[in-house]
């Protein structure tokens, strides 16, 4: 179930740097963000990385020189990827339209896909040569928006890499730029869904008003900085695993999603590691998407950030006394919390309060799950790929992913990221569970004779 991290190292090869501008020109303008988007706790970056196999039918072709040109022509429909980060009054962010392109890399690894190993999933080996931090380009201002790098493989396979400026997209909306470069690269000549702007959607009503208690953005003690021996591991999740958990609740819970009982087992056994004093607050907070929560909904072209994340807390004590059900229910109370009303009280909070709000880090976890994004299915002409998802947690920030185990069963990967010593908590932890007590009905323990 929990998979130790892989040893395997390689050089790669890169090209300079180059900035992918549109195929065509393109306005100049500006365009704010919404108030959703530009909040604080979406000011960073986020990678993302694709896996492809080695495709008989695509011999000879380049997958660097068809990316970038259908990249090219992908952003002369998505133009505001190509601009830059402007900062006006009260620090609202918006688009400068100039049309200066996104970093565009191309590389090649003496390493074969195969290398890998079947379990092709965070944290991945030697991340920083497939996806190389170009000095002076993580700004928030005035800096590229996106930086892609084609790391060609030696079995004629590639990796696909992208790091994106969180504050322009969510996961959906990536997905949905990332999908109409893959079009372009198979000869469409425009997105099948066209891109739509309408930030003011997500903005602040007029006055603003704070009708919610918002939990997530609680003020609690000073973001702390990771001890120097953080580490990165997965934790599969097949349908033996999703199974055992099941059985731990009663049955009014037993129909919970798959989502809301990982996320409350890995709440419940990253506190444990932790180890927070038992009176203190901790928080669960997850990724709701909010497209379907409008009314009418969202456009369906809509890529900018449309998610809120309402949290759940308790004590230490409260969630280590109680058995895994209680964890559930708070979890789903979050997530039915979220509503159209909900997410115009988030976005005339950042109205009224400032742009430096930012979700509590001490004693938080956030969970996104990203299996219903379907980044596996974005085709640049070699078919899905293998694996497709956020590269590596980010601190307390930790995503599921689709993923397969060294059998090929299709399950659930989390990478977790903690202190080395915290980590061996965390896995002994959610042995436990695993191998808890399931309950009856009535969430009594069911006694299981030793004859059986």
């Known amino acids: 179930m929990a998979t130790p991290s892989t040893s395997l190292t390689f050089t790669v090869r890169r090209c300079e740097p180059e900035l992918v501008a549109p195929a065509k020109p393109t306005p100049q303008e500006y365009k704010l963000l919404s108030d959703i988007d530009d909040q604080e706790s979406l000011r960073f970056q986020i990678p993302i990385i694709q896996c492809y196999r080695y495709d008989p039918s695509m011999q000879g072709k380049d997958p660097a020189k068809i990316i970038r040109e259908a990249l090219a022509k992908a952003l002369v429909f998505f133009y505001p990827f190509a601009g830059r980060l402007r900062e006006g009054p009260n620090r609202k962010l918006m688009v400068g339209c100039t049309g200066e392109g996104v970093l565009f890399i191309v590389a090649d690894a003496d ?14 080996p030697c991340f920083d040569e497939l996806l190389y931090d170009v000095p002076g380009s993580e700004g928030m201002l005035n800096c590229p928006l996106l930086l892609i790098q084609i790391t060609r493989m030696k079995c004629g396979g590639f990796i696909f890499t992208v790091r994106l400026n969180h504050v322009m997209s969510d996961g959906t909306g990536l997905k949905q730029f990332m999908s109409a470069v893959g079009e372009m690269a198979r000869g469409m000549v425009a997105p099948s869904i066209p891109p739509v702007w309408e930030r003011h959607l997500l903005d602040a009503g007029d006055p603003p008003r704070v009708m919610f208690t918002h939990h997530e953005y609680d003020e609690v003690e000073s ?8 580490v990165q591991r997965p934790f599969f999740f097949g349908p033996n695993e999703i199974s055992s958990l099941r059985r731990l609740l009663p049955r009014h819970l037993r129909q919970c999603s798959k989502f809301e009982l990982l996320t409350a087992c ?5 506190t444990v590691a932790i180890n927070p004093d038992p009176n203190d607050e901790v928080r669960m907070l997850c990724i709701a998407n909010t497209r379907s929560k409008f009314n009418p909904p969202l456009p369906t072209g809509y890529y900018g950030n449309a998610f809120v994340f309402p949290a759940a807390k308790t004590t230490a004590r409260q969630l280590f006394r109680n058995p895994l059900g209680y964890a559930v229910e708070l979890v789903k109370q979050a997530k039915a919390s979220v509503t159209e009303e909900y997410v115009k ?12 709000l930012h ?3 001490v004693r938080s976890f956030l969970i996104s799950d990203v299996t219903n994004i379907e980044f596996g299915d974005i085709d640049f002409g070699w078919g899905k790929a293998v694996f497709s998802g956020p590269a590596k947690a ?12 060294k059998k090929g069963e299709v399950g659930t990967v ?5 202190p080395a010593p915290a980590m061996e908590s965390f896995a002994k932890e959610l042995d436990n569970i695993l191998k808890g007590q399931p309950v009856d009905d009535e969430g009594k323990p069911i006694m299981i004779s030793s004859a059986l």
């Open 266 to 270: 890995l709440w419940r056994c990253r």
């Open 414 to 418: 989390v990478s977790i990221c903690l």
């Open 359 to 361: 979700f509590p880090v």
């Open 345 to 356: 009280s988030v976005s005339s909070l950042m109205v009224i309060r400032g742009k430096q």
């Open 111 to 124: 390493v074969t896909l195969e290398q890998f190993g079947d379990e092709l999933h965070p944290p991945f």
């Open 394 to 405: 980010l601190g307390p920030i930790s995503f599921l992913i689709r993923s397969k185990d």
């Open 223 to 230: 973001i702390i900085t990771p001890p120097d021996n953080m």
